[in-house]
C-alpha cells in the first residue's frame, strides 16, 4: 500500500521503524489531493500555513478539517456565502489539540451550510462527491470529511454532528465516525449550529485511529461551559476482541417501513455475528423514537435561529451595501446582506425556528419539543439498565444520487431518524462499516452506549471490525 492508504496507526508504526517520516507522509496525502480532489471536491480550501515538521508531538498525521472549526489566521466559512472572507481570530480548542499532538493540518473539508443538512449539497461550494460512486452523495453535513478519508485524501478527518452529521456520511462513504458524548470534547471554536446538541468528533479509517483520535480530542476545557471535567480514559484499552457477555439491544422501532432492505439484511448479519460472538443480542423497545425527527427539527432549528442572528453583515463575512434606502440603513443593510448570503435550506431553517420560538407558538412548539426530547431520553435511559449497547442502522437507505432529495426536504429530514435520538439524550454512538449494497455503495451499522461510555462502543465497534473485511475495502478510484 501506498503511505496515503495506510491508517493513522500504521503510519505511526512506520515513523517509528524510521520506514517513512511524517513528512512523506504529509507529501503523499498533499499529492493524492491534488490529484484527485477535482473529481471528489472534498475540500474548499488548503491550509495557507505551511507546517513545519519539527514538533515533538506524538501525532504528526495529515488531518482534514470541517470548515466549521476555526484555525487561527484561516478562512472559515461553514460553507456559506454569509462568511467568505471570515478568519478566524483563534484556534478551535479541538486545534490547538491536533497542533499539540504534532498534527499536520490539511485544510478545510466541505460541508452543507452551517451544517444543515444531510447530503452536503447545500454547501455554497456545490457538492462533494462520494468516493465509491461519483454520482452519489457523500452523505452530510460532515461530507468533505467523509469523503476525504474515503478517498485517502486525508488520514483522518474531524467533522460535527448535531443530528448525525458524523455518523451518517461514515456510514455512506464506508469509513468509522463516532459522535462523543455531550460536553466530552469543547467545542470552543465551532461555529455553532444547535448548542444543546453539537458534538466535535472523529472520522477515521478504522476503530483504532478513531480511539486515538478521540484520545488527542477530547477533554475539559474551560472556555465551553458544557465541557465535562472528568478525566479522559486511554480509549485504545477498549480496543478488545472481545464481546463475550456484553448486551446489544436492538429496538423494534428500528426496523420501520423505508429501511432498505439491503441495509436491514446486512445489519441483521452483524447482529447475528455478535451473537456468534458470544453476545447476548435482545429486543428492546424506543416508543417515543418514531416523534426524534419531529422533536429534532423543533429544538434544532430554533437554536440554529438564534445563533445565526450574529451573521447581518456588521461583524462577520460578507456585507452588501444597500443600493437604495428603503426602511432603515441599518435595517437594509442585514436584509440585503441575510437574503444574499444564506442560501435556501438555511433561510427555511431560520423561518422555521424564528416560527417555533414566537410568542404565541413557543409553548406549542419549542416547550413541547423539549418534552418530547426528555420522553426520548428516558426512553433510552430505561433500555440502558439492561443493555450496554444498542444497535440500529445508521441510515435507512445507503448513499443517494446527487439531487435526488434536494427538493424535497421532508424526505431528507427522514434519513436522520436513526441518528437524531443520540444527540437528543447526549449520549456517544459510532457507525462502522458493516457491508456493501448489490450496487456497491457502503453500509453502516450504528452502536450507541451509555453516556460518557464511549469504551463500550469502541470495544464492541472493534470486535466487530476485527471479524468482517469491511473496513479494509477501497474505492476504484
Ligand atoms: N442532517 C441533520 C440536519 O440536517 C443533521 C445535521 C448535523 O448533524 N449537523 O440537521
Redesign the pocket.
Known amino acids: 500500500m501506498s503511505l496515503h492508504q495506510l491508517t493513522a496507526h500504521a503510519l505511526l508504526e512506520q515513523f517509528k521503524a524510521r520506514q517513512a517520516s511524517p513528512q512523506d507522509a504529509y507529501e503523499a496525502v498533499a499529492g493524492r489531493i491534488k490529484a484527485l480532489d477535482g473529481k471528489i471536491k472534498a475540500y474548499v480550501r488548503l491550509a495557507s500555513q505551511k507546517h513545519k515538521f519539527d514538533h515533538p508531538g506524538a501525532f504528526p498525521i495529515p488531518i482534514g478539517l470541517k470548515d466549521n472549526l476555526c484555525i487561527k489566521g484561516e478562512e472559515v466559512t461553514c460553507s456559506s456565502r454569509i462568511l467568505k472572507g471570515f478568519r478566524a481570530p483563534y484556534d478551535a480548542h479541538v486545534v490547538e489539540k491536533i497542533r499539540n499532538s504534532g498534527g499536520v493540518i490539511l485544510g478545510g473539508l466541505n460541508m452543507?451550510e452551517f451544517?444543515?443538512?444531510?447530503s452536503c449539497e447545500t454547501s455554497c461550494y456545490g457538492p462533494t462527491f462520494n468516493p465509491w460512486n461519483l454520482q452519489c452523495v457523500p452523505g452530510?453535513?460532515?461530507g468533505g470529511s467523509a469523503a476525504s478519508v474515503a478517498a485517502d485524501e486525508a488520514v483522518w478527518a474531524l467533522g460535527?454532528?448535531?443530528?448525525?452529521?458524523?455518523r451518517?456520511p461514515a456510514a455512506f462513504c464506508g469509513i468509522v465516525g463516532l459522535k462523543p458524548t455531550y460536553g466530552r470534547v469543547s467545542r470552543y471554536g465551532l461555529i455553532a449550529?444547535?448548542s444543546s446538541?453539537?458534538q466535535i468528533g472523529p472520522l477515521t479509517k478504522d476503530v483504532t485511529d478513531c480511539a486515538l483520535l478521540l484520545n488527542i480530542i477530547a477533554g475539559y476545557d474551560e472556555r465551553d461551559s458544557t465541557s465535562i471535567n472528568l478525566a479522559v480514559p486511554d480509549y485504545t484499552k477498549s480496543l478488545i476482541n472481545d464481546v463475550r457477555g456484553l448486551k446489544i439491544g436492538i429496538p423494534t422501532e428500528a426496523f420501520v417501513d423505508g429501511l432498505d432492505p439491503q441495509v436491514r439484511a446486512a445489519v441483521e448479519e452483524s447482529l447475528n455475528l455478535f451473537k456468534k460472538l458470544g453476545a447476548v443480542v435482545k429486543e428492546v423497545s424506543l416508543p417515543h423514537t418514531p416523534y426524534a425527527v419531529a422533536t429534532?427539527?423543533i429544538v434544532?432549528t430554533a437554536e440554529a435561529s438564534s445563533n445565526l442572528a450574529r451573521f447581518d453583515g456588521v461583524r462577520y463575512g460578507l456585507r452588501v451595501k444597500p443600493q437604495n434606502l428603503r426602511r432603515n440603513a441599518l435595517i437594509d443593510l442585514y436584509e440585503e446582506t441575510r437574503s444574499a448570503g444564506f442560501g435556501d435550506e438555511a433561510k427555511r431553517?431560520i423561518m422555521l425556528g424564528t416560527y417555533a420560538l414566537s410568542s404565541g407558538y413557543y409553548d406549542a412548539y419549542y416547550l413541547r419539543g423539549q418534552k418530547v426530547r426528555t420522553l426520548i431520553k428516558n426512553d433510552l435511559e430505561q433500555v440502558f439498565k439492561t443493555c450496554d449497547v444498542i444497535a440500529t442502522p445508521t441510515a435507512p437507505t445507503v448513499a443517494f444520487r446527487v439531487g435526488e432529495k434536494l427538493s424535497d426536504p421532508i424526505s431528507?429530514?427522514l434519513?436522520?431518524i436513526y441518528?437524531?435520538p443520540a444527540?437528543l439524550a447526549g449520549i456517544p454512538a459510532i457507525s462502522v462499516p458493516c457491508g456493501f449494497s448489490k450496487s456497491g455503495l457502503p453500509i453502516g451499522l450504528q452502536l450507541m452506549g451509555k453516556a460518557l461510555d464511549e469504551g463500550t462502543i469502541l470495544r464492541a465497534a472493534y470486535t466487530y471490525e476485527q471479524n468482517n473485511p469491511w473496513h479494509t475495502k477501497k474505492p476504484n478510484l
Open positions: 452543507d451544517a444543515f443538512g444531510s452530510g453535513s460532515s460535527s454532528d448535531t443530528g448525525g452529521s458524523i451518517q449550529f444547535a446538541l453539537d429534532y427539527y434544532a431553517r431528507m429530514y434519513s436522520d441518528t437524531i444527540n
